[in-house]
């Protein structure tokens, strides 16, 4: 190595570089960062962060082990505690898609990690006969163990984000459905009038379907849990002493505060990629849901005069540069947005699984990237849809009443009195003369008022044994046809 006052020299395989004198990252990082401009993004924060805990735990194992002097170790693990707590950041300068199985990231982190230790031991950066990137820092380590570890590990943070948002609504859409459940409505199949249902039902399903998402998010975290580390190149440890193998996991648990576990087999953990198909599975499920249930909400709340008009959105700005007093639904229309993001990047996802060849899969970070980027637009479309949407709503009570008592489809009521075909001619006739069909039944005589009240309640038909509350005997049908 040599200096000049803006300048060191830095030798690879390749040949030599000027690095800006002050920069801690090295030779191998500003190639890559020259290589690789795709996204125009660096890596993602977390992935650091687990990648500075994974380098601190290897250098304490291997300094167990004997693989490491005392001195180096701590230098090392006291240069990744400050990576860990957010500091260098700005020094993890290669880009979130690269080539080469993430090797640009993980000499990135090798080459920060040396030029703070060498810091820290008295030295100049760029002296690596004082910490060495890959003798040292890199030690027991390769790419291909330590860049599927570090997406794990920062995958399993996103998702406790996500799994805190998804209760959040979860408590949110339960509020909801008590205090609508009294609000009888209008159920429509088809976008056509069906049988009644109370608003509160509709919130209490679209709870039950986060409920599952929460189930499955546990089921994803524990894809994430398991880590190849101390596979080395190929899942079989070349350069790993035994004892750090059987070692290393349990002090990247101790440190990062996760509960994670070695594969079982450290070959199949370093070629096969299923377990992010599995995860970005879960999250596109998901988001699926809540698109689903954004659909609903702006359905709902059409109109205001023109639409269904059944509930209210909190109004949250202008809706047109034209036409004055116009509101849209822009929260659930974001969530809609980001649900379609995170399908594509499912299908992304999905290929660069698939893509992998023989002993190692080198597409990890498009993955990543997608991976990343779906659990935070979930997480973040999640919280919105809580705060800006769903904690504002209310109901149009007499707007939806109105609807079912003139509503054809509460016609299904008297099936089982009169039977299907003679219910569906009157249903025709009401619908053609614009008639009730309360009134139209009252006319012909075929119920007294009273038993109407039964026949025709509402809230009956929302709950199974209502045609017993109703009284329905089956002897009536005959007598009534």
Request: charged share 25%.
């Amino acid at each position: 190595m040599s200096t000049s006052e803006k300048y060191r020299i830095e030798r690879d395989s390749i040949g030599t570089r000027e690095v800006p004198a002050d920069a801690y990252y090295g030779v191998q990082s500003l190639r890559a960062r020259e290589n690789f401009c795709i996204t125009g993004m660096p890596m993602h924060r977390e992935l650091i962060r687990s990648i500075a805990q994974i380098k601190k735990a290897a250098a304490l194992t291997n300094c167990e082990v004997g693989a490491l002097d005392a001195k180096r170790a701590e230098a090392i693990a006291c240069a990744c505690d400050e990576i860990i707590a957010g500091r260098l950041q700005d020094q993890f300068i290669v880009d979130a898609i690269q080539g080469g199985a993430g090797t640009s990231l993980n000499m990135n982190a090798n080459e920060v990690i040396a030029n703070r230790a060498i810091e820290l031991l008295g030295g100049t950066k760029g002296d690596y006969s004082i910490v060495n990137p890959n003798d040292h820092v890199n030690c027991g380590q390769s790419t291909n163990d330590v860049f599927p570890s570090c997406g794990k590990m920062a995958a399993l943070e996103l998702l406790r984000g996500a799994e805190q948002q998804l209760r959040r609504l979860r408590d949110a859409l339960d509020e909801k459905a008590a205090e609508f459940d009294h609000v009888i409505k209008m159920g429509r199949t088809q976008l056509q009038d069906a049988v009644p249902i109370r608003l509160g039902q509709e919130f209490r399903a679209y709870s039950a379907a986060i409920k599952r998402d929460l189930v499955r998010f546990e089921r994803a975290k524990d894809e994430m849990r398991t880590l190849n580390m101390g596979g080395t190149a190929v899942g079989t440890g070349l350069n790993a002493r035994v004892d750090y193998i059987k070692k290393v996991v349990a002090k990247i648990s101790e440190i990062s505060g996760l509960r994670l576990t070695q594969a079982r087999d450290l070959i199949d953990g370093t070629q096969n990629l299923d377990c992010y198909t599995q995860v970005s599975g879960i999250v596109k499920t998901c988001a699926v849901n809540l698109s689903k249930m954004s659909n609903d909400l702006r359905l709902m709340s059409s109109g205001p005069r023109a639409g269904l008009g059944e509930i209210n959105l909190p109004a949250r700005q202008n809706g047109s540069s034209i036409m004055p007093g116009k509101v849209n639904p822009v929260i659930p229309e974001v969530v809609n947005q980001a649900a379609f993001n995170i399908i594509g990047n499912d299908l992304t996802i999905t290929m660069a699984a698939e893509a992998g060849q023989l002993e190692l899969n080198v597409f990890e970070p498009v993955i990543f990237f997608n991976l990343f980027q779906s659990i935070e637009n979930l997480t973040r479309s999640v919280n919105t849809l809580v705060d800006h949407c769903v904690a504002g709503i209310t109901a149009n009570e007499e707007h939806c009443r109105r609807l079912v008592e003139n509503s054809i489809g509460i016609i299904t009521s008297i099936c089982p009195y009169v039977g299907y075909q003679k219910a569906a001619d009157l249903a025709k006739e009401a619908l053609k003369n614009d008639r009730s069909v309360r009134e139209l039944l009252l006319e012909k005589g075929l119920f007294q008022e009273k038993e109407l009240d039964k026949i025709l309640d509402p809230y009956a038909m929302t709950e199974p044994g209502g045609l017993e509350e109703r009284g329905c005997p089956a002897k009536k049908i005959e007598s009534c046809v």
